[in-house]
């Protein structure tokens, strides 16, 4: 329970994976750091389904007046968070973590362009984000995809 209401309060769900204290404080990986939240079975490989769920309790856990829709606001608490999961990355892996956490941004996810995302908008560019994830093309997310 302690792990999923921290997974909750995180950005883009990726800073609730504890970063290692050791070789000089260097984050986790970003392929084990992403799967190790967005791989919900543990299977090594995150689905469409997988995503679209977490991409819920991630819309859940930013939409603070529970109406449905990011405000700029919300999303302004969005995007400090998800710059906080790039934080502490350097080189390519900086590159790859940006890039996960672009899929969210809200030019990704404000399909109609009203500055605003509804939760419906923000679930279905899901399978846009897993498209630009997947570099095999497999339908799923595998440390392979996000090998460096």
Known sequence: MQRLSAVLCAAALLAAMPVAASEADAP???AERF????DLDGDGRATLEELETMRGRVFKSF???GDGVLDAAEYEAFDAAREGDVAGYEGDARVLMQRITDGMSLSASDADGDGRVQRAEFIDGTQAWLDDLDRNGDGVITADDLAL
């Open 63 to 65: 939409d603070r007046n």
């Open 28 to 30: 986790m990986p970003p």
């Open 35 to 38: 799967l190790g939240v967005w």
